[in-house]
Structure formats: structure tokens, C-alpha cells
């Protein structure tokens, strides 16, 4: 996209936010927010008659995501929705264009929340329990009428041999007990991209959760897996290992763990060889290389089977 045609979009994109307000509303200011990776996000400063506001546009502009699935903005907008009505701190809705017919591309119009993404704590337990206790409290939500279904990123059958890894073998057992049978679970409201760059904070206690995108009903093992394997990759297997004793502890006995959820989310992450994720050091977390995320995921993996030798 040329910068004429940016401008333009942009343009576009804010005469759609002022409709969505009221026909006073005046953009004061833009700004681009940090760790979008698969989406444009803007906070935006409008002035509302006598108050100020601060609003998160976010556009929708990866192709190759909308082609597989193009009602992105909607998906988004009905998660919004149904974990405000849960109780769960999250962007209220205020618009959504699910086509982009009107905003330029599918966007999604929400308020901002207070807070900022902590990756580096002072207060590593409490930070840790409260990340913890949050998710097993978003599990507690009911999804009798909520219409999207969990489904799996990676076809596990057309998974290769990562030749990355120290630990190739390890990989395709991995991959045959994946392939097997799933365990019976009992369906709740899953976030499906929860870790640590998608909560805020404010005065060491959380303040929303936000990025709602992937947002379906399925198995609370999905939730913690994946953000057991965002730990491991950020600050090893402990810390991890740390994250599941805490939610379990929040959920009583309303959880069962099964370590076959965990490796099913570790083998969704991969994708070639495996990376620092840019969100990370954009939010100022340092001391990560692409190596050290390879040999963290190797270590993490033999965990897990380990854990399997044990169940």
C-alpha cells in the first residue's frame, strides 16, 4: 500500500469513527499502539462535546488471515460483547464494520481500558497468581449461545520433522500422540490467545483483557497451554510450570488437568523455525534470541512428554 493510499484509508477509517460517535466528535490525535502484529491498532483521542476521549480502532489489513476468515471484525465485536455481559474487565463495543465497506477494511471501534502490558514484574508470585486466578475466573463463563467453535491452527498430519530442533524424534512422538484421540473436556468461554501481552495492568493488579479476536467455546486446557508455552518461551519451563499449579489452585475442582492440551497448543505455535515474537520486545522485554526460543521450546516439549510418561 502506497502512502497516498494510506492517508486515504486513514482518512476514510476516522470519518467512519466520527459516525460511530456522534456528528460533533472530533479526532484530536492518533497514535499507534503497541504489539500489533496481525492488526493495525490506533488509539484515538476524541473530543466529545465538553470531554475528552480515548477510544482502540483496530483494522484488520493481513489478507492471507481475512481469506480464512472473513468475519474477523464480527468475531471480535460478539466476544467483546458477551464478556462484558459476563462481568470480565474488557473494551466496551462501541462499532464494528465487518466488511470494511464503510471504514476502508474491517475494523472493530472499542473504548480503551486503563493499563499496560507488565513483562518484566517486581512482584513475580503475585503477578504470576493474578494472571492465573484471571483465567480461571473468564472459564467460570458459561457458553451455552456463543457461536464460534474451537478449532486447531496446525494440521498435525501435515507437520514436519522440525529440523531445527535437538530433539527431532521427540517431535514426531509429539505429533503421533496429538493426532490421537482428544480427551473429553467440558466446554467454557475461551480467550484462545491468552499470555501475558494481551492483559494490563494497573497499581500491580489487572486491569482488562484485551485482544478478543479468537475469542470461542472450548476446552479451558487450550487456554493454558498456550499461555503455559508464551512462559516457557519468555522465562523458562518454571515459571510455566509455576503458571498451571497457581490456575489450578483458582479452579478447584472445576479443572482436571491433561497434558495432552498442552501439546496440542505447543505443536499450533509451530510454524518454521521458531522466533522471538516482536510483540515481546516491543514491550521492552530483552535477553530473547532466536535460539534461546529453540532450545526453550525443546525443553518444554520434554517436559511435557514426561508428563505424559507419568499420567
Known amino acids: 500500500m502506497t502512502e497516498n493510499q494510506w492517508?486515504?484509508?486513514h482518512a476514510q477509517s476516522l470519518e467512519w469513527v466520527k459516525a460511530q460517535l456522534n456528528p460533533t466528535a472530533k479526532v484530536l490525535d492518533v497514535y499507534s499502539l503497541k504489539g500489533g502484529t496481525s492488526s493495525t491498532l490506533l488509539e484515538l483521542l476524541v473530543q466529545e462535546e465538553d470531554q475528552q476521549r480515548f477510544?482502540?480502532?483496530?483494522?484488520?489489513?493481513?489478507?492471507?488471515?481475512l481469506a480464512k476468515e472473513p468475519d474477523l471484525a464480527k468475531h471480535e465485536a460478539e466476544s467483546l460483547q458477551y464478556a462484558k455481559r459476563a462481568g470480565l474487565a474488557v473494551p466496551r463495543l462501541i462499532a464494528y464494520d465487518e466488511t470494511g465497506e464503510n471504514s476502508g477494511m474491517p475494523a472493530v471501534l472499542m473504548t480503551k481500558m486503563p493499563g499496560s502490558v507488565?513483562?518484566?514484574p517486581s512482584n513475580d508470585e503475585q503477578w504470576l497468581d493474578s494472571l492465573?486466578?484471571?483465567l480461571a475466573k473468564l472459564h467460570?463463563?458459561?457458553?451455552?449461545?456463543?457461536?464460534?467453535d474451537y478449532f486447531s491452527y496446525n494440521d498435525v498430519f501435515l507437520l514436519e520433522k522440525p529440523i531445527w530442533s535437538k530433539f527431532q524424534h521427540d517431535w514426531m512422538r509429539a505429533f503421533y500422540i496429538v493426532s490421537g484421540g482428544r480427551p473429553s473436556f467440558q466446554e467454557c468461554f475461551i480467550h484462545r490467545?491468552?499470555?501475558?501481552?494481551?492483559?494490563?495492568?494497573?497499581d500491580r493488579q489487572v486491569s482488562a483483557i484485551v485482544d478478543w479476536v479468537n475469542a470461542c467455546r472450548g476446552p479451558a486446557g487450550i487456554d493454558i497451554?498456550?499461555?503455559r508455552v508464551n512462559l516457557a518461551q519468555l522465562y523458562g519451563i518454571s515459571v510455566a510450570n509455576d503458571f498451571l499449579t497457581a490456575y489450578e489452585r483458582h479452579a478447584g475442582s472445576s479443572f482436571t488437568y491433561d497434558p495432552y492440551w498442552d501439546l496440542l497448543s505447543l505443536t499450533d505455535t509451530l510454524d518454521g523455525s521458531p522466533t522471538v515474537y516482536p510483540g515481546w520486545k516491543v514491550f521492552g522485554m530483552k535477553g530473547l534470541s532466536d535460539e534461546l526460543m529453540r532450545h526453550r521450546l525443546d525443553d518444554y516439549l520434554l517436559s511435557l512428554l514426561d508428563r505424559f510418561d507419568d499420567f
Open 193 to 202: 490467545d491468552f499470555h501475558p501481552a494481551n492483559i494490563l495492568w494497573e
Open 55 to 65: 477510544y482502540v480502532l483496530r483494522l484488520f489489513h493481513k489478507a492471507d488471515w
Open 225 to 227: 497451554g498456550h499461555c
Open 7 to 9: 492517508l486515504k484509508l
Open 140 to 148: 467460570q463463563t458459561k457458553v451455552d449461545n456463543f457461536s464460534y
Open 132 to 134: 492465573a486466578a484471571t
Open 118 to 120: 507488565v513483562l518484566q
